[in-house]
């Protein structure tokens, strides 16, 4: 039952970054193939990266070609629909925090066995990487380098999650992971939380250090 209810939040997550990843077509005012393309590659550029790092090929979308499928309906219906996710982005907000959080550890759960670093950073790559690559592509910079707590609450879940498989059934490790993250993104999305950025200073003179 937990797993039939993750998988359908994961697809859930998919669509989400599809529909993400369609936007930025949409502020670029591209046409239909654009946003088919950015979409997809949100949709399934994380775990096609981490099936990559992995040596897991083919990747996931040739073994289960539906997540082009899904993806390739969910940004073409953006090309006529854009508006209305624009109007609701407080929703999409929710809806990508519930993604991430299950994509974080569903990440490191394909990464158990090469040990907790690496699961922990293929959870995270799985993630965030669709986003980073939509907005690179678009031009635009990357949230996750914006200062928002994101790549923050993905490591967070992993990590939740594979530290609570040394403790709880696996279903139970899964959820815990999955709050985890959710519960961090989401106190970050209703308080606006977020991580301190480097702020430009005035540099010292070769006088002042000594040269």
Do not use: N
């Amino acid at each position: 039952m937990i797993l039939d209810i993750l998988t359908l939040i994961g697809w859930i997550g998919v669509v989400v970054f599809a529909i993400s990843g369609a936007l930025v077509a949409s502020r670029k005012e591209m046409d239909i193939v654009a946003f088919i393309f950015f979409g997809t590659v949100t949709g399934i550029g994380g775990g096609t990266v981490r099936d990559l790092v992995l040596g897991a090929v083919p990747v996931f979308w040739v073994k289960e070609p539906a997540y082009l499928l899904v993806c390739a309906i969910a940004s073409a219906a953006t090309f006529f629909l854009a508006h209305l996710p624009e109007s609701r982005l407080r929703l999409l907000l929710w809806l990508d925090a519930a993604g991430m959080a299950v994509f974080c550890v569903l990440g490191a759960e394909a990464a158990l066995g090469h040990g907790f670093l690496v699961a922990v950073t293929c959870g995270v790559m799985t993630a965030v990487v669709g986003g980073f690559i939509r907005d690179m592509m678009g031009a635009e910079s990357p949230v996750i380098m914006r200062g928002e707590i994101y790549a923050t609450a993905a490591f967070l879940g992993a990590a939740g999650y594979l530290l609570g498989l040394e403790f709880l059934p696996r279903d139970h490790a899964i959820l815990f992971g999955v709050a985890l993250a959710f519960v961090l993104r989401g106190l970050a999305i209703r308080f606006r939380w977020r991580l301190p950025v480097y702020r430009r200073r005035p540099g010292r003179s070769p006088e002042e250090i000594g040269l």
